[in-house]
Protein backbone atom coordinates (compact mmCIF):
# COMPACT_ATOMS: atom_id res chain seq x y z
CA UNK A 1 0.00 0.00 0.00
CA UNK A 2 2.74 2.16 -0.62
CA UNK A 3 3.44 4.77 2.01
CA UNK A 4 0.31 4.82 3.30
CA UNK A 5 0.63 1.25 5.23
CA UNK A 6 1.81 -2.00 4.72
CA UNK A 7 -0.27 -5.76 5.03
CA UNK A 8 2.13 -7.91 7.70
CA UNK A 9 1.87 -11.72 6.82
CA UNK A 10 3.69 -13.83 8.92
CA UNK A 11 4.03 -16.83 6.40
CA UNK A 12 7.21 -18.84 5.00
CA UNK A 13 7.43 -18.35 0.79
CA UNK A 14 4.09 -15.66 0.46
CA UNK A 15 3.22 -15.22 -2.95
CA UNK A 16 4.36 -11.79 -4.61
CA UNK A 17 1.43 -9.32 -5.13
CA UNK A 18 1.95 -6.10 -7.45
CA UNK A 19 -0.12 -3.40 -5.58
CA UNK A 20 -1.41 -0.76 -7.97
CA UNK A 21 -2.80 2.29 -6.09
CA UNK A 22 -6.12 2.86 -8.23
CA UNK A 23 -9.89 2.64 -8.00
CA UNK A 24 -10.82 -0.87 -9.97
CA UNK A 25 -13.14 -0.37 -12.90
CA UNK A 26 -15.68 -3.47 -11.44
CA UNK A 27 -16.35 -3.02 -8.28
CA UNK A 28 -19.23 -6.13 -6.41
CA UNK A 29 -19.92 -4.03 -3.37
CA UNK A 30 -22.11 -1.22 -3.20
CA UNK A 31 -19.89 1.06 -0.81
CA UNK A 32 -22.89 3.77 0.26
CA UNK A 33 -23.16 2.53 3.68
CA UNK A 34 -19.61 2.80 4.08
CA UNK A 35 -19.74 6.71 2.76
CA UNK A 36 -22.66 6.96 4.72
CA UNK A 37 -21.48 6.29 7.92
CA UNK A 38 -18.03 7.88 7.54
CA UNK A 39 -19.59 11.29 6.77
CA UNK A 40 -21.74 11.10 9.68
CA UNK A 41 -19.11 10.47 11.75
CA UNK A 42 -17.04 13.02 10.11
CA UNK A 43 -19.99 15.32 10.42
CA UNK A 44 -21.65 14.53 13.81
CA UNK A 45 -19.43 13.04 15.66
CA UNK A 46 -19.41 15.02 19.49
CA UNK A 47 -15.94 14.79 20.07
CA UNK A 48 -15.36 16.98 17.08
CA UNK A 49 -12.81 17.35 15.30
CA UNK A 50 -12.52 14.11 14.27
CA UNK A 51 -9.06 12.46 12.51
CA UNK A 52 -10.06 11.14 9.13
CA UNK A 53 -6.53 9.95 8.80
CA UNK A 54 -6.69 7.63 11.95
CA UNK A 55 -10.43 6.83 11.21
CA UNK A 56 -8.84 5.67 7.18
CA UNK A 57 -6.79 3.48 9.50
CA UNK A 58 -9.13 1.90 11.73
CA UNK A 59 -11.54 1.08 8.25
CA UNK A 60 -8.58 -0.91 6.61
CA UNK A 61 -7.19 -2.69 9.78
CA UNK A 62 -11.26 -3.72 10.79
CA UNK A 63 -11.73 -4.96 6.97
CA UNK A 64 -8.28 -7.11 7.30
CA UNK A 65 -9.60 -7.96 10.60
CA UNK A 66 -12.69 -9.43 9.03
CA UNK A 67 -10.47 -12.23 7.56
CA UNK A 68 -10.18 -13.84 10.52
CA UNK A 69 -6.30 -14.71 9.99
CA UNK A 70 -4.35 -14.35 12.78
CA UNK A 71 -1.08 -14.04 10.90
CA UNK A 72 -2.05 -11.12 8.56
CA UNK A 73 -2.82 -7.39 9.95
CA UNK A 74 -2.79 -4.07 8.88
CA UNK A 75 0.09 -1.74 9.86
CA UNK A 76 -0.30 2.04 10.70
CA UNK A 77 2.88 3.52 8.69
CA UNK A 78 4.47 4.89 11.89
CA UNK A 79 3.54 1.15 13.52
CA UNK A 80 5.17 -0.31 10.45
CA UNK A 81 8.36 1.83 10.79
CA UNK A 82 8.39 0.49 14.80
CA UNK A 83 8.62 -3.48 13.05
CA UNK A 84 10.65 -2.67 9.95
CA UNK A 85 13.03 -1.14 12.69
CA UNK A 86 12.60 -4.55 15.17
CA UNK A 87 13.54 -6.91 12.19
CA UNK A 88 16.45 -4.98 11.16
CA UNK A 89 17.75 -4.63 14.57
CA UNK A 90 18.53 -1.16 13.80
CA UNK A 91 16.96 1.85 15.75
CA UNK A 92 16.87 5.76 15.55
CA UNK A 93 16.33 7.04 18.88
CA UNK A 94 17.41 7.91 22.60
CA UNK A 95 17.91 4.01 23.37
CA UNK A 96 16.09 3.15 25.92
CA UNK A 97 13.58 0.62 26.35
CA UNK A 98 9.97 1.43 27.18
CA UNK A 99 7.20 -0.11 28.90
CA UNK A 100 3.71 0.06 30.50
CA UNK A 101 2.93 0.17 34.49
CA UNK A 102 -0.58 -0.04 35.42
CA UNK A 103 -1.45 2.18 32.18
CA UNK A 104 2.02 4.53 33.15
CA UNK A 105 4.81 4.85 30.36
CA UNK A 106 7.84 4.11 31.81
CA UNK A 107 11.73 3.71 31.04
CA UNK A 108 12.37 -0.28 31.58
CA UNK A 109 16.10 0.10 30.82
CA UNK A 110 18.30 2.49 28.99
CA UNK A 111 21.23 0.96 26.69
CA UNK A 112 24.43 1.34 27.67
CA UNK A 113 26.03 3.63 25.89
CA UNK A 114 23.28 5.58 24.95
CA UNK A 115 21.71 9.13 25.09
CA UNK A 116 19.75 8.35 28.04
CA UNK A 117 21.97 6.51 29.81
CA UNK A 118 24.58 9.23 29.55
CA UNK A 119 22.00 11.82 30.50
CA UNK A 120 21.25 10.02 33.83
CA UNK A 121 17.65 7.81 32.91
CA UNK A 122 17.47 5.13 35.20
CA UNK A 123 14.29 2.06 34.77
CA UNK A 124 11.19 2.38 36.44
CA UNK A 125 11.82 6.59 35.76
CA UNK A 126 8.09 7.71 34.71
CA UNK A 127 7.52 9.32 30.89
CA UNK A 128 4.85 12.09 31.67
CA UNK A 129 5.10 13.96 28.31
CA UNK A 130 6.26 13.67 24.95
CA UNK A 131 7.32 16.49 23.37
CA UNK A 132 4.66 18.77 25.53
CA UNK A 133 2.15 16.07 24.62
CA UNK A 134 0.78 14.17 28.33
CA UNK A 135 1.03 10.43 27.89
CA UNK A 136 -1.85 9.51 29.96
CA UNK A 137 -4.04 6.88 28.01
CA UNK A 138 -1.55 6.63 25.18
CA UNK A 139 -0.29 3.10 23.74
CA UNK A 140 3.49 1.46 23.73
CA UNK A 141 4.01 1.72 20.04
CA UNK A 142 2.12 5.68 19.83
CA UNK A 143 5.15 6.49 22.49
CA UNK A 144 7.42 4.52 20.53
CA UNK A 145 7.08 6.01 17.45
CA UNK A 146 6.77 9.90 18.57
CA UNK A 147 9.96 9.09 20.45
CA UNK A 148 11.48 7.80 17.47
CA UNK A 149 13.27 10.35 14.74
CA UNK A 150 15.93 11.16 12.20
CA UNK A 151 19.14 10.88 13.73
CA UNK A 152 20.71 14.18 15.31
CA UNK A 153 17.20 15.84 16.28
CA UNK A 154 15.78 16.13 19.32
CA UNK A 155 13.47 14.36 21.76
CA UNK A 156 11.90 16.51 24.56
CA UNK A 157 10.55 13.79 27.09
CA UNK A 158 9.60 15.47 30.90
CA UNK A 159 10.53 12.21 33.36
CA UNK A 160 9.52 11.57 37.11
CA UNK A 161 11.56 9.55 39.32
CA UNK A 162 9.28 7.88 42.18
CA UNK A 163 7.19 10.74 43.87
CA UNK A 164 10.45 13.31 43.17
CA UNK A 165 10.61 16.30 41.18
CA UNK A 166 10.27 16.24 37.71
CA UNK A 167 12.34 16.80 35.12
CA UNK A 168 12.25 18.03 31.64
CA UNK A 169 15.45 16.61 29.44
CA UNK A 170 16.31 17.24 25.77
CA UNK A 171 17.57 13.85 24.19
CA UNK A 172 19.84 13.60 21.13
CA UNK A 173 18.61 10.77 19.14
CA UNK A 174 21.29 8.56 17.31
CA UNK A 175 21.04 5.96 15.04
CA UNK A 176 21.71 2.45 17.36
CA UNK A 177 23.42 -0.55 15.06
CA UNK A 178 22.77 -3.84 15.80
CA UNK A 179 22.81 -4.47 20.14
CA UNK A 180 24.19 -8.22 20.16
CA UNK A 181 23.89 -10.22 23.78
CA UNK A 182 27.72 -8.74 25.29
CA UNK A 183 27.77 -11.85 28.33
CA UNK A 184 26.71 -14.43 29.89
CA UNK A 185 27.78 -15.44 33.36
CA UNK A 186 26.69 -18.87 34.74
CA UNK A 187 26.88 -19.92 38.61
CA UNK A 188 27.08 -23.51 38.40
CA UNK A 189 26.72 -23.42 41.98
CA UNK A 190 23.22 -21.72 42.01
CA UNK A 191 22.13 -22.46 38.80
CA UNK A 192 21.22 -19.42 37.62
CA UNK A 193 23.09 -17.36 34.77
CA UNK A 194 23.09 -13.74 34.03
CA UNK A 195 21.96 -12.43 30.69
CA UNK A 196 22.60 -9.39 29.26
CA UNK A 197 19.40 -9.70 26.40
CA UNK A 198 19.40 -8.36 22.68
CA UNK A 199 17.34 -5.25 24.64
CA UNK A 200 20.49 -4.30 27.09
CA UNK A 201 18.49 -5.91 29.66
CA UNK A 202 20.10 -8.31 32.84
CA UNK A 203 17.79 -10.94 33.85
CA UNK A 204 18.59 -14.12 35.52
CA UNK A 205 17.07 -16.77 34.43
CA UNK A 206 17.08 -20.18 36.15
CA UNK A 207 19.43 -22.65 33.56
CA UNK A 208 17.51 -26.28 33.13
Known amino acids: MGKSGYLFELRKNPPIVTVINQTPSNQDLDFSLFWEVWNMVGDDYLERPVDRQKMM ?110 EVLLLLRVLLGKIKVMELRISESAGLGEILTLSGRKLLKKLM
Not at 92 to 117: F, M, N, T, Y
Not at 120 to 131: N, S
Request: proline residues 5%; charged residues 20%; negative net charge.
Open 57 to 166: YGAIQGMVNALGDPYTSYLPPQVNEVVTDAINGTYKGIGAELGLRDGQLIIVAPLDGSPAKEAGVLAGDKILEIESNGTVGISLTEAVSKIRGEAGTLSTLKLQRNDNEK
